[in-house]
């Protein structure tokens, strides 16, 4: 930069590689030249990947975050392109993901003139959004690049947006690259715990005979897999996970009861029914895995670790509180932990394992849980896996094992649909020697899979599984349980044909469409070198279970149909069943 | 549900950057809290703001508000004060249409609560009276009996006592 005077656009890209960004999504458009035009002159190890629509974007960066840690950049244009990132954003937001995400914007004199592709993102996101800004000085930019990134990386993550107006790009930018931080506000991470409070928890653990520990996101995010692990090790404590806690404690240990809640195990649903003491680790306690939440652990002592004080008492009225990250208040905690007797709960919860495991047809087609239980045995659970949203992502949740975190990705607070393809692309950009797996519905898939051309274009190898079912397959099944097969708008009816779609993007597609060719396939699928998209013809009619039924507690998770007959037809109409049920 | 719900004074410490405000609205709005009042004042030193709030919700509400403001990366602090904690002033203008029969009467309670009189015409009187809410209720509920032309009141601006931090 010695000849040259570097303007705002400029600063603003050496800055994302200064604070450590290693590549960015997007699509740019005219109040977003300015940054590609400096994208164009000074980038320089700043990997930059060219989407097909900005939501992908979002959904990239957001899934090569979840596989790395790292936050990525999107880089959008004003208008369209930042109001096509909102749902990214949303999704990022809602399961505290790190993002920077950089939007164009009309210059600075045309703010509030409704001038053309002038939209106000700024405010259009304030509430999904951890912090936001709206750039008037080019003079700001290294300073608030290096803001951004704080804040989108430290305590709670989450997504962080700056508004650029395109004369703020284009102005002179004397500042120096070696910003100062000015963030009187911002303390992400005060230790708001005593030693009494820890005192506490390890007084209430040592007196408990009947613990569980919930682990969630937190205890990924903060690396406390290890603390996890010797804490319900020392203490024999079962763990059970949530979708997002996924892999923190390993889904094959003798201690693990895997997933909770609406689509948890019975196991896992029972013993939270039946504890007398809840401990959780990073997780925000949701309503999707409580039940009613004035039930869930009516009689329990609970406990609850988070590094946000904001989730304390947002459903669960916890006895004890712990702020803090999950890691430190595990290692603090770990010291003064005696081992409570529990062995009589282990051996009732393995009768519970026994008496309800997890299960699914053999028989009469394929069945999306056979699929993943054979992805599940053939990449050892070894794979990175990302969903999309509905029946196949919870059959993923259940049937998937991870021993690991970092490698289950999945949409969880936003249950967004068409997550599933990008969050992959992008996992696999920042993992680009593992496996990369998506199982994705017909339904998700169609609302983002222009992104196949992004995988064709980087030769990303990611396995693209679509259970195809031609159906909104979730929303069928809650009409199917709750609203007497009344099914409304949720035939996929004129679904394309996949295996050509993937043809037309210059990329492998394959059919299955019998229980016999399931090896074959999904090892051709594993062992091509590029991008694969099969296409797997699964049964029409076949619901998730366990499940809670909306607004019920725990206790009343069914393992079928509510009313099922025997002998009845998957998908059958069942009149007098569904009748009950929807008076119910 | 036609339980009256509490009122809460919330004072907030911002840094006085564009969106702050907006911010905080929202963590109100989003949880169904009705802001009665709000003042936004520069603080001590430039950079910050000083606000004011009441609001009317239940505890829990409440709570959980005080935790999501504090977390904005602009707060410096948010705190909830009761009444016994705090000096509270409000300040406020009120028109009343008078002729110089009224005026008398007017002036009475004027005096009574140290309203000022800022402006007189020959049917007007626009009085200003500081102090706590509940005194320049008190002081409208009386002028009522006139004709209150227009009512402007700044809302509450509060101060811990003593040692005590607002
Ligand atoms: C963007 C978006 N729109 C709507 C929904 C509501 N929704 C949740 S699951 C689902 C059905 C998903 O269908 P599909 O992708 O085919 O997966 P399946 O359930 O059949 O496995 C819908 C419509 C959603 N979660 N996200
Ligand atoms: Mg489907």
């Known amino acids: 930069m010695s000849e040259h005077q570097m303007n705002g656009a400029e600063a603003l890209i050496l800055s994302l590689e200064k604070i450590g960004i290693e590549v960015a999504f997007g699509i740019p458009g005219g109040s977003a030249i300015p940054l590609y035009d400096a994208m164009y002159k000074v980038r320089k190890k700043m990997k930059f990947v060219l989407v097909r629509h900005e939501q992908g974007a979002a959904h990239m960066a957001d899934g090569y975050a979840r596989a790395t840690g790292k936050p990525a950049a999107v880089l959008v244009t004003s208008g369209p392109g930042a109001a096509n990132t909102v749902t990214g954003i949303m999704t990022a937001y809602m399961d505290s993901i790190p993002m920077i995400v950089v939007t164009g914007q009309s210059v600075r004199g045309m703010l509030g003139k409704d001038a053309f592709q002038e939209a106000d993102i700024f405010n259009l996101t304030l509430p999904i959004v951890k912090h936001s800004y709206l750039l008037k000085n080019a003079n700001d930019i290294p300073r608030v690049l290096k803001e951004a990134y704080h804040i989108a990386t430290t305590g709670r993550p989450g997504p962080v947006l700056i508004d650029v107006p395109k004369d703020v790009g284009t102005d002179l930018c004397t500042a120096g690259l070696d910003a100062e931080m000015n963030l009187p506000g911002y303390h992400p991470e005060p230790k708001g715990y005593t030693p009494e409070t820890l005192q506490a928890i390890a007084d209430a653990l040592a007196k408990s005979r009947r613990p569980v520990i919930v682990a969630g996101h937190g205890a990924v995010l903060s690396h406390a897999e290890d603390e996890l692990r010797t804490l319900a090790e020392t203490m024999q404590i079962p763990v059970t996970s949530t979708l997002l806690g996924k892999g923190v404690f390993p889904d094959s240990h003798a201690l693990s009861l895997e997933g909770l809640g609406m689509h948890g195990t019975a196991y896992a649903n029972r013993a939270l029914v039946e504890c007398d003491l809840m401990i959780s680790v990073g997780a925000r306690l949701d309503d999707r895995i409580l039940g009613v939440p004035a039930m869930f652990c009516r009689d329990a002592v609970k406990i609850h670790i988070d590094i946000d004080a904001a989730e304390f008492g947002k459903l669960v009225k916890p006895d004890i509180r712990c702020r803090g990250d999950a890691k430190t208040v595990l290692q603090d905690l770990l010291p003064l932990l005696e081992p409570g007797d529990t062995a009589e709960w282990r051996k009732a919860l393995a009768g519970y394992k026994k008496k309800w495991p997890l299960g699914y047809a053999k028989k009469g087609g394929l069945h999306p849980p056979q699929i993943i239980d054979a992805l599940n045995k053939l990449t050892g659970g070894k794979a990175v896996m990302t969903t999309d949203v509905g029946q196949h992502q919870m059959w993923a949740w259940q049937f998937y094992k991870c021993d690991k975190p970092w490698q289950f990705i999945s949409s969880g607070g936003a249950g967004t649909m068409g997550f599933g393809l990008p969050s992959a692309i992008g996992a696999q950009f920042g993992r680009p020697d593992e496996t990369v797996v998506a199982i994705v519905g017909d339904g998700g898939f169609q609302m983002t899979m222009s992104e196949l051309a992004t995988a064709a274009i980087h030769k990303l190898p990611v396995k693209v599984f679509l259970m195809n079912n031609h159906y909104l397959g979730m929303v069928r099944q809650w009409q199917d349980m709750f609203y007497d097969e009344r099914y409304s708008g949720v035939d996929l009816e004129g679904n394309p044909d996949f295996v050509q779609l993937a043809k037309a993007y210059g990329i492998l597609g394959l059919n299955l469409k019998r229980a016999a060719d399931i090896p074959k396939v999904l090892k051709k699928a594993l062992e091509h070198r590029g991008p694969v998209l099969v296409n797997v013809e699964v049964v029409k009619h076949e619901e998730v279970y366990p499940m809670v039924p909306p607004g019920k507690p725990l206790e009343d998770t069914v393992m079928e149909h509510p009313k099922k007959k025997k002998g009845r037809p998957a998908g059958r109409r069942a009149t007098t069943a569904a009748t009950k049920a929807n008076r119910e | ?166």
């Open chain 2, 1 to 166: 549900m036609n339980k009256a719900l509490p009122t809460h004074n919330l004072s907030i410490y911002v840094a006085n950057r564009p969106g702050a405000l907006v911010r905080i609205a929202q963590a109100f709005s989003r949880r169904g809290f009705n802001i009665e009042s709000l003042v936004v004042s520069p603080g001590a030193t430039g950079d910050f703001s000083r606000m004011t709030i009441t609001a009317k919700g239940d505890e829990a509400g409440l709570e959980q508000i005080i935790m999501q403001c504090s977390k904005l990366v602009d707060v410096l602090a948010c705190r909830e004060h009761s009444d016994e904690e705090v000096v509270a002033r409000e300040l406020g203008l009120v028109k009343v249409a008078v002729d110089a029969a009224q005026r008398g009467e007017v002036l009475q309670i004027a005096d009574h609560f140290r309203a000022k009189t800022v402006d007189l015409t020959e049917t007007s009187i626009v009085l200003e009276v500081t102090g706590g809410s509940e005194k320049l209720d008190a002081m409208v509920e009386l002028l009522r009996k006139f004709k209150i032309v227009e009512l402007v009141r700044t809302g509450k601006v509060i101060m811990a006592r003593g040692e005590g931090e607002t």
